[in-house]
């Protein structure tokens, strides 16, 4: 992938975490947001605390990005209750990655909020 097609994805990732994540510091300190980037495949998690160990801090993943070298297209994941990701319905592929981030953020099907 290109360097500035990198650095664009990294930018609507960071912008698209730090929308999600609460204003107030303390609550961040019980619940916040974040991504990994491994330059193909983008992971978007929160990050808690574990609920009967307070000191654990738990990263757990919600929607995963990845990049399609052959298509030129993005395709987006959500993550079941078994653990597997399965690829998001209808809307699951766009040449740009805004419109499956917006997608997170409407979540009809309480894929990734719920």
Do not use: A, H, V
């Given at each position: 992938m290109e360097?500035?097609?990198?650095?664009?994805?990294?930018?609507?990732?960071?912008?698209?975490?730090?929308?999600?994540?609460?204003?107030?510091?303390d609550i961040r300190k019980e619940l916040d947001f974040g991504f990994s980037w491994d330059g193909q495949t983008a992971l978007l998690f929160e990050i808690r605390s574990k609920w009967n160990s307070p000191d654990d801090i738990l990263h757990v993943h919600f929607a995963k990005l990845k990049y399609s070298k052959l298509r030129k297209s993005w395709k987006l994941y959500w993550k079941r209750a078994s653990g597997k990701w399965e690829l998001y319905g209808s809307r699951s592929e766009s040449k740009n990655p805004?419109?499956?981030?917006?997608?997170?953020?409407?979540?009809?099907?309480?894929?990734?909020f719920s």
């Open positions: 360097n500035n097609l990198i650095s664009m994805i990294e930018l609507q990732l960071r912008n698209f975490t730090n929308d999600l994540r609460p204003i107030d510091e805004n419109e499956l981030l917006d997608e997170i953020i409407r979540d009809p099907y309480g894929c990734f």
